[in-house]
């Protein structure tokens, strides 16, 4: 079995952490000739993690002297693009992404309380008309009634021939 794409990179970013890490100690306490080589290969290290990462991140196939090359295209990752660009965008900016959720909710909200009062109110509209209309062309009241159970609707109390609809 193949392995996890998010298992790798977890992986290597930990590797360049530890990288990071052992440099910044090894510069803290420099001791001159001593720390020299341990920090040349530490140097080494933290560019193979990022090259590594850098590949994993990279769509297959795709190499940077590829006249169609977009680093940043998420097609044929070998991760999966699970985060919409506007949250992206949130972090880079410092932002919690939390805050993109809730406006993102609110503004769902907000749209579908819309949609709702727009359909209830033609709703309305449909039923006000179609009394009307049988109101003053008590000839036109089969037509209504048709019209009405075709959309699947009816009419509460409008008295259409017998019954009502």
């Known amino acids: 079995m193949a392995p996890n794409p998010l298992d790798t990179v977890d992986d290597e970013l930990k590797k360049t952490i530890n990288s990071l890490y052992t440099l910044q100690s090894s510069t803290h306490g420099y001791l001159g000739n001593e720390t020299q080589?341990?920090?040349?290969?530490?140097?080494?290290?933290?560019?193979?993690?990022?090259?590594?990462l850098q590949s994993l991140a990279r769509p297959s196939g795709a190499e940077p002297h590829d006249p169609n090359f977009n680093p940043n295209a998420p097609k044929n990752s070998a991760l999966p693009a699970l985060l919409p660009p506007e949250v992206i965008g949130y972090v880079d900016e410092g932002r919690n992404p939390d805050v993109y959720t809730r406006e993102f909710v609110e503004l769902v909200q907000r749209g579908n309380a819309y949609l709702k009062g727009k359909s209830e109110g033609l709703k309305g509209l449909k039923d006000a008309l179609a009394q009307e209309i049988v109101k003053e062309w008590p000839e036109m009241e089969g037509i209504v009634g048709k019209v009405l159970k075709g959309e699947g609707g009816g009419v509460d109390g409008l008295v259409i021939g017998a019954g009502s609809v």
């Open 37 to 52: 080589a341990a920090l040349a290969g530490e140097a080494k290290n933290l560019v193979s993690s990022l090259a590594k």
